[in-house]
């Protein structure tokens, strides 16, 4: 479809008309044990990409796309360290420059902020993505202590990636499924996904 910007994942680009709207935001889910990384940093392959740390460093971060094994870019990588993450958050967001990405991983420690504040950051964020034509990915872990504002980032996000990972027998499968999609036509079937050396379909237990 013209106008969007492709991920640089093909499966994903087919099952979403040729990729992501310009000034989209993607809320992408998954369990903590998952391969969801490799995803995000695939994703940097596709165009510049800002990429947020707020837990592990940025030096554990190069070094994990580094040595990922799919094709992946050369993002500036920033740890948000300060305690005033939403703030820190916002200044570094600021700098983004026309038709980026912007990774944050994970939004969990800026989810545990002041609700106002949060909206408002939320709010803001949109703005920028929408001024510079860009697509901010949102790496939200499940897990038993989910963050208090969890609902605003589903709410504001233009689009849900839910990743789910299942033990099928002696296999892990990896499902991949776009709950909300503002952005179009949204595709109602799983994903099955291989996480391993890129993200690519499983075709394995398919039946011609």
Aim: glycine share 6%; proline share 5%; charged share 25%.
């Amino acid at each position: 479809m013209v106008g969007r910007l492709d991920t640089g994942i093909d499966v994903l680009d087919r099952k979403l008309d040729g990729g992501l709207p310009p000034g989209c935001i993607v809320a992408y889910t998954a369990e903590p044990a998952s391969q969801s990384e490799l995803l995000l940093y695939e994703l940097t392959a596709a165009r510049g990409t800002l990429y947020l740390t707020t837990e592990r460093s940025d030096d554990a971060v190069r070094h994990a796309i580094e040595a990922s094994p799919s094709s992946v870019g050369s993002p500036t990588v920033r740890h948000v360290t300060s305690d005033t993450p939403l703030e820190e958050a916002t200044r570094l967001i600021g700098a983004l420059p026309d038709g980026a990405n912007l990774i944050i991983d994970t939004m969990d420690v800026l989810e545990r902020c002041d609700t106002d504040e949060y909206v408002t950051f939320l709010n803001d964020l949109k703005a920028k993505m929408l001024e510079t034509g860009s697509i901010a990915v949102l790496h939200c872990l499940k897990g038993d202590a989910v963050p208090a504002n969890r609902s605003r980032t589903y709410h504001a996000a233009d689009a849900v990636f839910d990743l789910r990972t299942e033990i099928a027998g002696t296999e892990l499968e990896n499902h991949l499924t776009i709950p909300k999609f503002r952005g179009g036509s949204q595709p109602t079937d799983a994903i099955k996904l291989e996480l391993t050396e890129e993200v690519a379909i499983d075709t394995s237990r398919d039946i011609a």
